[in-house]
């Protein structure tokens, strides 16, 4: 059974201090890791899509870099505008129209100003 | 506004009644799952359709149901409410091999009382 865990559950940064979040997964066959942002209340909104080992991608203040094992999202010097859940996702080489992503619990996110 | 329409936004209903959330997906895409997301198991997969046709089945109760019609749009129903059953339900939507994962819609918050 594919499964994702996400740590720390709770991440309290000062505005401009860089940290990483970790995603650890197990799955048959990796066909992609998902990073989504997520803001109370509302539905996750993707961020990046990572599918082999050494990928990374960028978008603004946030780097996901993904391994063999696990991914990080690396926030650098970040805003109260960041403070979110972000959760990771993956989806097995099933293959078809099977489209199946597992989630983990997510990482909340408070970037105080 | 991500494209994926879901209604209604909140529901409260007593223990043992029979609701019904709807979705109708990003135009053009032909999947649709149901997530379930509540405070201690996060978002967990319920069923997927594809085109009509059910797919991929989750940890959904038998007293949930789901299907997807000709137009494309999907409708859970969810029967014999229990106090549990409270929770986020979202709907995602998306072409079969999409790079972004899915497209979440800003979910039915259920309240069962």
């Known amino acids: 059974e594919d499964q994702v865990t996400q740590s720390p559950e709770a991440l309290r940064l000062q505005e401009g201090e860089s940290s990483s979040l970790n995603c650890s997964y197990t799955v048959s066959g990796l066909r992609g890791l998902f990073w989504y942002r997520q803001d109370p209340g509302k539905g996750p909104e993707f961020l990046f899509t990572?599918?082999?080992a050494g990928e990374e991608k960028e978008k603004e203040r946030l780097k996901a870099t993904l391994t063999k094992k696990e991914s990080f999202l690396h926030i650098t010097a970040p805003k109260p505008e960041d403070s979110a859940t972000y959760l990771c996702a993956v989806r097995p080489n099933s293959g078809g129209s099977n489209y199946k992503l597992t989630f983990g619990k997510g990482t909340l996110l408070t970037v105080n100003p | 506004d991500s494209g994926v329409t879901q209604t209604p936004k909140h529901l409260i209903t007593a223990t043992g009644q029979r609701v019904t959330l709807r979705c109708s997906p990003r135009s053009g895409d032909l999947s649709v799952y149901w997530y379930q997301q509540s405070l201690d198991q996060g978002l967990q997969f319920l069923i997927q359709?594809?085109?009509?046709?059910?797919?991929a089945k989750g940890n959904i109760l038998e007293r949930f149901s789901a299907q997807q019609f000709p137009d494309l749009h999907s409708e859970l129903n969810l029967s014999s409410l229990e106090l549990g059953d409270s929770a986020l339900y979202f709907c995602?939507?998306?072409?079969?091999?999409?790079?972004?994962?899915?497209?979440f819609g800003s979910g039915t918050r259920l309240t069962v009382v």
């Open positions: 995602a939507s998306s072409v079969v091999a999409a790079n972004y994962g899915y497209t």
């Open positions: 990572l599918y082999s």
């Open positions: 359709y594809y085109n009509g046709e059910e797919r």
